[in-house]
């Protein structure tokens, strides 16, 4: 008897380890699974020499073979007979490569994460929801279904992804899967559809709104036309003023007298309820050594392993082109081809506006708006929790768009504002797809032009240039016809007047082509002058300024440049911010006292001072002044207007006046009311604040560091990551040895940088070079997971292989697959 009773503990306990080993708890992953020499992580080890040399793979769904062929950085140029078959092989092919990437943005933007990782999510998702990137993307998908081309396009991608997800089992499953221990889905337009949607939501998803509706509220128009005026004072925008319209302005909506008279300050307004960037550049033939134009692109976004962008050529009758896609979207969304070559950085114009209601009662159930109560949409989102049951949750939707949050709660970005409705383009209907179909296709720039009469949002400076010899920019996008300043602050909800009236046409977007100065640039920066008619935005990023003089100083002295001289250019590390602003530190820390203590002579400020005087404003990987200039810039900047516009300070969300209104107080304004800190007793003067904020840098940094001396190096203090998208411990790359930063050309910061480099040089052969911080593969177990990160640390690109036809030899193209139905 005791015999059995000991076999059937023996079984228990031996059910109960198995059970235990090959389930998820919380965040441990099953282990038993997940260590398992058959089907676990070790699975996913791959040689250097991963793909077969020579292959034929049988796929379901094509029409006609497909030749692809990999260079040596493992990039696939695919070479099909039609549209169908071209498609399905990018998305069979970059599944094979980033699948669990994929699908991870996609279930981000879905808000769909809970039901992969448990609780610990569901604000992530309840946000994406609440914001309205699910609806969205249904809207701009059936849109573009209409169009037989996107259609054909979306569908076969769709097919050729679910096509690969059929090959997979436990074993092969890519690691994360296996981490997370879920499994993936069938693809659907859908999932391409909010991955752009996401891009959206990076890009133009922020707004100050509620910030600027507390200052106004606080201090008054006067004091808000000072420190935030529509224009600063030192800019460079992207279309030179004075540059002549092609076109007949429309009329702008009359500005309602509500808001005249808040802005006149004569009536008070109520307050309401409770640095990415990129560069992009061309030069004309007649700056380059060739005659021909060059065109450099790259755009700033977060540092993640895998790679935010995956290489591909893509070939087909009508279509030669190589470039970046987006992983789990169709086409190349940066690229050339034989004839053209396109890059896109941020816009960043006011495209969402918040809308404070008047709601008939507590039920929430009606609206007032343009004299009558209107219903409001009541939408339940149903969100899977993994480990728990599902979980309601009703967005309440009016015209002008969902209400983020109808009840007081801490939001999960601290700008959006609590019962008020947002208006925002990535909710409206477009075809961004239409877009780079076309681009990819593009001959000329009457072709250019067509492609991005379609696109919607997030608004992009598209800039471009052709073997025809032509260069120019256009930021571009889906852009509301505004009277000026609508939407600087939060809108009245209940008048029709505060509405969005209408589009400005596309065809009157800002743009620029083949300028009398013989290049185009971007820095994410003023896209005009005060002399363009309608109003895009009144403040653009700081730094933005910075990036693009420095850009356009460059440009404008060069002469018979090459690919070189545009690489060189993006690893431009000069920081025009601290040129500027060194000398009135430096001044104002060793003049008049007004009773504060002098640097004493031998002090570590005065030896820090030393190396300042002695800097020549580049921020290099081994200079140990940018790290003290970071740290004294932003420390003086913050008791500048801590007081003023602080959270802890005021109770209020609000923001600080912009670097430019920041830097002229400090250059001109010494005596200015907003220097003293109104939380002491005794008045501050601006040589105290910057004394201090000089003893803040140097006693941080010895504390870090020890005394001055090589550890103090730019490279250590600024610490860029590249890190895992799960932000798994060793699967990232930490303390990368490289300069750059905020407000520099060479824009590599803590967690942020050039995510791709991209230089083309337009002519008779087209020639290109390139590189991103990573590499082709999305398996940490691949050497091809990193293999360019190097290169991109250093500055380096490498050369694009580009193909005519599938049998061109090149010594580095060494591997030839056909897929075939």
Request: hydrophobic fraction near 40%; include cysteine; glycine fraction near 6%.
């Amino acid at each position: 008897m005791l015999r059995y009773v000991r076999a059937l503990l023996a079984l228990l306990v031996a059910t109960a380890l198995t059970w235990a080993l090959n389930t998820k708890h919380g965040d441990v992953p099953p282990f038993g699974k997940f260590l398992s020499p058959f089907r676990g992580f070790w699975q996913n080890g791959e040689t250097a020499d991963a793909l077969p040399a020579q292959q034929t793979l049988q796929l379901p769904g094509l029409q006609q073979p497909v030749q692809v062929r990999f260079d040596d950085q493992r990039v696939p140029h695919i070479f099909a007979q039609n549209d169908h078959d071209l498609y399905y092989a990018q998305g069979y092919l970059t599944a094979q490569d980033r699948l669990w990437q994929m699908d991870f943005i996609a279930h981000v933007a879905s808000g769909r994460l809970a039901e992969i990782v448990g609780p610990a999510r569901l604000e992530t998702d309840r946000f994406f929801r609440r914001m309205g990137l699910p609806f969205g993307a249904r809207k701009s998908l059936d849109s573009a279904m209409t169009d037989p081309v996107v259609r054909t396009v979306l569908t076969s991608y769709a097919d050729g992804v679910n096509a690969y997800i059929g090959t997979l089992t436990p074993k092969t499953l890519p690691f994360e899967y296996k981490l997370l221990d879920y499994a993936p889905e069938p693809w659907e337009p859908l999932k391409s559809a909010l991955i752009l949607k996401y891009m959206a939501f990076d890009l133009s998803g922020r707004s100050d709104d509620l910030r600027m509706s507390n200052a106004l509220a606080k201090y008054g128009a006067a004091v808000v036309k000072d420190l935030f005026p529509d224009y600063p004072t030192r800019e460079d925008p992207i279309v030179p003023v004075g540059t002549p319209l092609d076109f007949q302005p429309l009329p702008i909506p009359a500005t309602p007298p509500g808001f005249a008279a808040a802005m006149s300050g004569k009536t008070p307004q109520n307050e309401p309820d409770p640095e990415l960037g990129s560069n992009n550049f061309a030069v004309s033939g007649a700056k380059s050594a060739t005659g021909y134009p060059l065109l450099a692109n790259d755009p700033h976004l977060q540092l993640n392993l895998p790679s935010i962008w995956y290489q591909m050529q893509l070939a087909a009758p009508g279509v030669n082109v190589y470039g970046v896609s987006i992983p789990g979207t169709p086409f190349a969304i940066i690229g050339f081809n034989e004839q053209v070559a396109w890059g896109v950085t941020n816009v960043a114009a006011d495209v969402m506006d918040w809308y404070q209601l008047k709601f008939r009662d507590g039920s929430r159930r009606e609206y007032w708006h343009d004299g009558r109560w209107k219903p409001v949409r009541r939408v339940v989102e149903r969100i899977k929790v993994r480990g728990q049951p599902d979980r309601l949750d009703t967005v309440l939707y009016t015209h002008h768009g969902p209400i983020v949050y109808d009840k007081p709660e801490k939001p999960f970005l601290s700008q959006t504002p609590i019962a008020h409705a947002m208006r925002w383009t990535a909710h409206d209907a477009a075809n961004e797809f239409r877009t780079f179909y076309r681009l990819n296709r593009a001959h000329n720039y009457q072709d250019y032009v067509a492609a991005l009469s379609t696109y919607g949002t997030p608004a992009q400076n598209f800039i471009f240039a052709s073997a025809a010899k032509d260069i120019a920019i256009w930021p571009n996008g889906h852009f509301p016809l505004k009277w000026r300043n609508q939407g600087k602050f939060i809108l009245d909800g209940t008048d029709a007047a505060y509405d969005w009236q209408g589009w400005i046409p596309a065809a009157q977007n800002p743009h620029v082509k083949n300028p009398a100065r013989n290049f185009v640039s971007s820095a994410n920066q003023f896209s005009t002058g005060p002399d363009y008619p309608y109003y895009l935005n009144w403040n653009y990023g700081d730094g933005s300024y910075d990036r693009a003089h420095r850009i356009n100083q460059r440009l404008a002295r060069m002469t018979q440049a090459t690919p070189d001289s545009l690489r060189t250019l993006q690893n431009d590390n000069l920081n025009l911010n601290a040129q500027l602003m060194l000398p009135r530190l430096l001044t104002l820390a060793t003049g008049a006292t007004n009773g504060d203590t002098l640097v004493a002579a031998n002090s570590p400020e005065a030896r820090v001072l030393a190396e300042m005087r002695r800097w020549n404003y580049q921020y290099a990987a081994d200079a140990l002044a940018p790290s003290v200039f970071d740290l004294w810039y932003n420390n003086l900047v913050r008791r500048l207007w801590a007081d003023d516009f602080g959270l802890k300070a005021t109770g209020l969300e609000m923001r600080n006046p912009a670097r430019d209104r920041t830097n002229t107080l400090i250059l001109q304004e010494e005596n200015s009311p907003w220097v003293d800190d109104r939380r002491t007793p005794q008045r501050e003067t601006l040589p105290q604040l910057a004394r201090r904020s000089l003893r803040f840098a140097t006693d941080s940094l010895t504390r870090k560091y020890g005394p001055l001396g090589p550890k103090w190096a730019w490279k250590n203090q600024k610490s860029t990551d590249i890190l895992h998208m799960l932000q798994i411990p060793g699967f990232g790359h930490m303390d990368l040895d490289c300069g750059g930063g905020a407000g520099i050309v060479n824009a590599t910061t803590e967690r942020t940088g050039p995510s791709w480099r991209m230089v083309v040089a337009l002519g008779p052969q087209v020639r290109a070079y390139g590189v991103f911080p990573g590499g082709q593969s999305g398996n940490p177990g691949s050497a091809a997971y990193d293999d360019m990160l190097e290169t991109w640390r250093v500055g380096k690109l490498n050369e694009l292989v580009f193909l005519r036809s599938a049998s061109e030899t090149n010594p580095r193209v060494r591997t030839a697959w056909t897929l075939s139905k």
